[in-house]
Protein backbone atom coordinates (compact mmCIF):
# COMPACT_ATOMS: atom_id res chain seq x y z
CA UNK A 1 0.00 0.00 0.00
CA UNK A 2 1.19 3.31 -0.96
CA UNK A 3 1.06 5.47 2.31
CA UNK A 4 1.99 9.61 2.18
CA UNK A 5 1.06 12.24 4.20
CA UNK A 6 1.41 15.58 2.84
CA UNK A 7 1.64 18.56 5.75
CA UNK A 8 1.38 22.04 4.84
CA UNK A 9 3.50 25.50 6.35
CA UNK A 10 0.85 26.41 9.14
CA UNK A 11 2.35 29.92 8.67
CA UNK A 12 5.15 31.73 7.49
CA UNK A 13 8.50 30.42 8.17
CA UNK A 14 7.35 27.05 9.74
CA UNK A 15 8.31 23.93 7.57
CA UNK A 16 6.36 21.57 5.25
CA UNK A 17 6.55 18.13 5.53
CA UNK A 18 6.31 14.78 3.10
CA UNK A 19 6.35 11.72 4.71
CA UNK A 20 5.56 8.57 3.20
CA UNK A 21 6.63 4.55 2.85
CA UNK A 22 9.59 3.56 -0.26
CA UNK A 23 6.70 2.93 -2.62
CA UNK A 24 4.65 6.24 -2.36
CA UNK A 25 8.14 8.35 -2.34
CA UNK A 26 9.23 6.87 -5.54
CA UNK A 27 5.14 7.69 -7.32
CA UNK A 28 6.24 11.23 -5.83
CA UNK A 29 9.65 11.38 -6.94
CA UNK A 30 8.41 9.91 -10.79
CA UNK A 31 5.78 12.59 -10.94
CA UNK A 32 8.44 14.87 -10.15
CA UNK A 33 10.61 13.89 -12.50
CA UNK A 34 7.76 14.21 -15.62
CA UNK A 35 6.79 17.82 -14.16
CA UNK A 36 10.61 18.56 -14.66
CA UNK A 37 10.58 17.40 -18.31
CA UNK A 38 6.77 18.15 -18.97
CA UNK A 39 5.70 21.01 -17.04
CA UNK A 40 3.19 19.08 -15.33
CA UNK A 41 2.14 15.45 -14.03
CA UNK A 42 0.67 13.71 -11.58
CA UNK A 43 1.07 10.33 -9.96
CA UNK A 44 -0.74 7.69 -11.49
CA UNK A 45 -4.88 7.90 -11.90
CA UNK A 46 -6.86 6.29 -9.19
CA UNK A 47 -7.38 3.04 -11.45
CA UNK A 48 -3.65 2.45 -11.24
CA UNK A 49 -1.87 3.24 -8.34
CA UNK A 50 -3.85 5.20 -5.31
CA UNK A 51 -1.43 7.07 -2.70
CA UNK A 52 -3.36 6.96 1.12
CA UNK A 53 -3.30 9.12 3.91
CA UNK A 54 -3.11 7.54 6.99
CA UNK A 55 -6.62 7.78 7.72
CA UNK A 56 -7.70 5.39 4.68
CA UNK A 57 -8.66 8.27 2.00
CA UNK A 58 -6.90 7.91 -1.50
CA UNK A 59 -5.53 10.72 -3.49
CA UNK A 60 -3.78 11.77 -6.49
CA UNK A 61 -0.82 14.08 -6.56
CA UNK A 62 -0.54 17.02 -8.91
CA UNK A 63 3.16 18.63 -9.86
CA UNK A 64 3.45 21.06 -11.76
CA UNK A 65 6.47 23.13 -13.26
CA UNK A 66 6.22 26.39 -12.42
CA UNK A 67 8.48 29.78 -13.55
CA UNK A 68 11.80 30.93 -11.59
CA UNK A 69 10.18 34.28 -10.59
CA UNK A 70 8.05 34.37 -7.55
CA UNK A 71 6.56 37.26 -8.81
CA UNK A 72 5.52 35.26 -12.11
CA UNK A 73 1.95 35.81 -13.46
CA UNK A 74 1.35 32.43 -13.14
CA UNK A 75 2.23 32.14 -9.18
CA UNK A 76 -1.12 34.08 -8.64
CA UNK A 77 -3.37 31.84 -7.13
CA UNK A 78 -1.19 29.75 -5.64
CA UNK A 79 -0.93 30.72 -2.29
CA UNK A 80 1.56 29.28 0.39
CA UNK A 81 0.11 29.21 3.47
CA UNK A 82 -3.30 27.22 3.27
CA UNK A 83 -4.84 27.26 6.46
CA UNK A 84 -4.20 30.91 6.60
CA UNK A 85 -5.95 31.63 3.21
CA UNK A 86 -8.60 28.79 2.84
CA UNK A 87 -9.71 28.92 6.38
CA UNK A 88 -7.90 25.45 6.86
Known sequence: MNLMNIYPQIAEHTEAKIVGNKEALVLLRDAIDRAIKE????TPSMTEAVIFATD?????IQVERMPD???DKKWEGHTPYYQIY???
Not at 39 to 42: D, E, I, L, R, T
Request: without cysteine; glycine residues 34%; charged residues 25%.
Open 39 to 42: GKSA
Open 56 to 60: GEGYE
Open 69 to 71: SWD
Open 86 to 88: HGG
